[in-house]
C-alpha cells in the first residue's frame, strides 16, 4: 500500500477524460488483473438517450449519440496487464466518427500476498478528439480497492485524472470517485448500483450544479468463465451531466490457460 500510495502522490502534481470519456468506457474497475497469457477482447456500447442538444464548450451534442469503444487487454504475470482502448462515436449529422485511443497499463498487489481487500493501481493516458472531450490529452490515476462479502460485493476508485491540452488545464488535478456494489441473487447474475461523480479540483471542489453525478442501476451476468456482460441505465442529477445513459459490455477471454472467473468481478 505504501508503494502505491507513493507512486499516486507523484503524478498528483500531473480530469479522466472528462464526461465525454465517461460515456465511452462507463465501468467500475474491479481489482484483478487479467492472467498470464490471457486477452480480454472487450465492447462497450453506450447511448445518451438524454443529453446535450447543442454544442457545449465547441463540444458536439451528446443527445442520441453512440458512443462505441474497443478494449482490448493483455495479462503478462499474475499482477501487470495492459490494455488500449478506441474510442468512436455515432450521432445524427456526423455519422461514424474516431474519437481518440488511450493506453492502460495496471498493477495489482499479488493473491500471494493475501491482503484482506482487493488493490491496484491503474494510470491510462492517451489523446482524444476536442470536438468529443474539450481536453486532447489526458492522463487518469486509478487506484482500485474491492472486497467481496459473501453474496455482497463492493469497489471504489477514488479516482484522480488531469488534462494537459485543452480548457481543463488550469483546473489542475481533478477528483473523480466511482463506487460499485452488487448482490448475487443467483450463482450466474448480481443486480447492483454503480456511481460516478466528478467532484471539480482537488485544491478547490466546484459548486453542485457543476458537478456531475450519475447512479446507474446494473446486473452482470455470468454466461461462462470466458465471457463479460454488463448493462445498466443512468441516471444524471445535475445540469452538468447527461441525464440518461443506456451501456453495455460485453467481453470475451482467449488463451490457453483456463483461469477460475469470478462472476463478480467488474473488470
Not at 212 to 240: A, C, K, M, R, Y
Given at each position: 500500500m505504501r508503494l502505491l500510495l507513493t507512486i499516486l502522490l507523484s503524478v498528483l502534481s500531473f480530469q479522466s477524460l472528462s464526461r465525454a470519456q465517461e460515456n465511452y468506457e462507463i465501468q467500475v474497475y474491479g481489482s484483478e488483473t487479467m492472467p498470464p497469457h490471457k486477452t480480454m477482447l472487450e465492447f462497450h456500447t453506450n447511448f445518451t438517450v438524454q443529453g446535450t442538444k447543442t454544442e457545449t464548450d465547441g463540444m458536439r451534442p451528446t443527445n442520441h449519440a453512440w458512443h462505441e469503444t474497443l478494449e482490448l487487454t493483455h495479462g503478462f504475470n499474475d499482477w501487470f496487464e495492459t490494455g488500449f482502448y478506441v474510442f468512436m462515436t455515432n450521432s445524427r449529422g456526423y455519422g461514424w466518427q474516431w474519437?481518440?485511443?488511450?493506453?492502460?497499463?495496471?498493477?495489482?498487489?499479488p493473491p500471494s500476498w493475501n491482503w484482506p481487500v482487493g488493490v491496484s493501481l491503474s494510470t491510462e493516458v492517451g489523446y482524444q478528439r476536442a470536438a468529443y472531450a474539450g481536453d486532447t490529452w489526458n492522463m487518469e490515476i486509478r487506484p482500485i480497492v474491492d472486497k467481496e462479502l459473501g453474496r455482497w460485493y463492493m469497489s471504489f476508485n477514488p479516482t484522480v485524472d488531469r488534462a494537459f491540452h485543452g480548457p481543463g488545464v488550469a483546473s489542475g488535478v481533478v477528483f473523480s470517485p466511482n463506487f460499485k456494489a452488487s448482490y448475487a441473487v443467483t450463482k450466474k447474475v448480481n443486480f447492483g448500483a454503480e456511481y460516478y461523480g466528478s467532484l471539480g479540483?482537488?485544491?478547490?471542489?466546484?459548486?453542485?450544479?457543476?458537478?456531475?453525478?450519475?447512479?446507474?442501476?446494473?446486473?452482470?451476468?455470468?454466461?461462462?468463465?470466458?465471457?463479460?456482460?454488463?448493462?445498466?441505465?443512468?441516471?444524471?442529477?445535475?445540469?452538468?451531466?447527461?441525464?440518461?445513459?443506456?451501456?453495455?459490455?460485453?467481453?470475451?477471454?482467449?488463451?490457453?490457460?483456463?483461469?477460475?472467473?469470478h462472476s463478480r468481478e467488474s473488470h
Open positions: 474519437v481518440g485511443d488511450h493506453i492502460r497499463p495496471r498493477v495489482r498487489v479540483p482537488l485544491h478547490s471542489f466546484a459548486l453542485l450544479r457543476e458537478q456531475e453525478h450519475q447512479i446507474f442501476p446494473t446486473v452482470d451476468i455470468d454466461f461462462g468463465p470466458d465471457w463479460e456482460f454488463n448493462f445498466g441505465v443512468g441516471l444524471g442529477f445535475t445540469g452538468s451531466t447527461d441525464h440518461m445513459i443506456m451501456k453495455m459490455i460485453i467481453g470475451r477471454r482467449f488463451g490457453s490457460l483456463n483461469w477460475k472467473h
